[in-house]
């Protein structure tokens, strides 16, 4: 995964609630108090992280990071303690290609989700594997319904269809919910960001290049989008300048395609004023529920220090931003716990645990 540093700054002040104070607390902008980081140099132990690809919580504040190197699964209490190490690179059993996402099921399960491998791997709550199942379709996003292990896929056919999956902890195969058109070939690309409420409501973005969230009921019948009218961020020049020079370096028409798909960006059909000028409104796995029902938004607009979330209410209201002073890369919500994975401004990837109010 590739990372840029950031401006560290300790704990800054955040965006505070408009709300009226008899507002319930799920209609205010969260307040963030920052409790604990993991992450370190060259100390040698679990707390050395090479490059976290996913982060998952649960509602006891423990922490799960998904690292490129072994262990590839490495587990923390809120404290930073090590709790256990699990899985290496490989295509074997407890092993992992790219292990996209984690998440947190009841009675300290986990589910490990590979892209490469399409395979889900279930985990008991000392990290030894209760079950290895193959997933029948290729996944560009995933989330996960907090306590119930339920877990919703985003796939992508590559032929202008993507579909929407249930899968019960449960249940060895997945059940479809939903399909709908992706944009066509030149237009725009597939985001990569679903998400699942407490309730089962499920929001998704087909396409990160317009702002409209889609959500659907636990039963799949369609709820109004989430829509906020706002231009498209734009990229400063050393973004456009690193964004080309990505591209360069993927030799075939193919690879270049398909590495801009996982990173939320355009097809190489559009104008290069559109690919290179303007960032899409939410990057890939932007999408998670907190367990109040409030829906997440990472969106681009942030900087190289720092990441703005859009929150929404549960009935769909927009309630307001919050800045971080960090970049996040990957994050997570469970109970009154956010797990974001960043880097120091020395490049050494962290993870970092905050209290939300």
């Given amino acids: 995964m590739n990372r840029r540093s950031f401006a560290y700054s300790g704990v800054a002040a955040f965006v505070a609630a408009c709300s009226l104070a008899v507002a319930p607390a799920h209609s205010q902008v969260p307040r963030l108090e920052r409790l604990t980081e993991i992450g370190c140099e060259d100390c040698g132990d679990a707390r050395q992280l090479s490059s976290t690809w996913d982060v998952a919580v649960n509602e006891a504040g423990d922490v799960l990071v998904i690292d490129r190197d072994a262990p590839t699964l490495r587990m923390f209490d809120r404290t930073g303690r090590s709790v256990w190490g699990r899985g290496r690179p490989g295509a074997g059993p407890g092993e992992y290609r790219f292990a996209m996402r984690a998440a947190m099921g009841p009675g300290g399960t986990v589910h490990v989700v590979d892209m490469r491998l399409r395979r889900l791997t279930r985990l008991a709550s000392d990290g030894t594997i209760a079950k290895s199942l193959t997933i029948p379709f290729f996944v560009v996003g995933s989330a996960a319904r907090g306590r119930q292990g339920e877990l919703v896929f985003l796939s992508d056919d ?7 999956y249930r899968w019960s902890a449960t249940e060895d195969v997945p059940v479809k919910l939903l399909s709908f058109p992706t944009p066509p070939p030149g237009e725009a690309s597939l985001s990569g960001s679903v998400a699942v409420a407490p309730n089962g409501v499920v929001a998704y973005l087909s396409t990160a290049d317009t702002y409209a969230i889609h959500r659907l009921t636990p039963a799949g019948q369609p709820l109004p989008a989430l829509v906020r009218d706002i231009p498209r961020p734009r990229r400063t020049p050393e973004e456009i300048a690193a964004l080309k020079g990505r591209m360069s370096m993927v030799g075939a028409a193919a690879k270049a395609s398909q590495e801009q798909k996982q990173a939320g960006a355009s097809k190489s059909l559009l104008s290069d004023d559109d690919r290179f000028q303007f960032k899409p409104h939410a990057g890939t796995d932007a999408l998670r529920y907190d367990d109040a029902g409030r829906l997440w938004v990472r969106t681009m607009r942030g900087t190289t220090s720092t990441t703005v979330f859009d929150i929404f209410a549960p009935t769909g209201a927009f309630v307001g931003e919050v800045t971080m002073p960090l970049r996040v890369d990957a994050y997570s919500l469970a109970g009154s716990y956010l797990a974001t994975a960043t880097e120091r401004d020395d490049g050494t990837p962290i993870v970092v645990l905050w209290s939300v109010k």
């Fill in 158 to 164: 590559f032929n202008s269809t993507g579909t929407l």
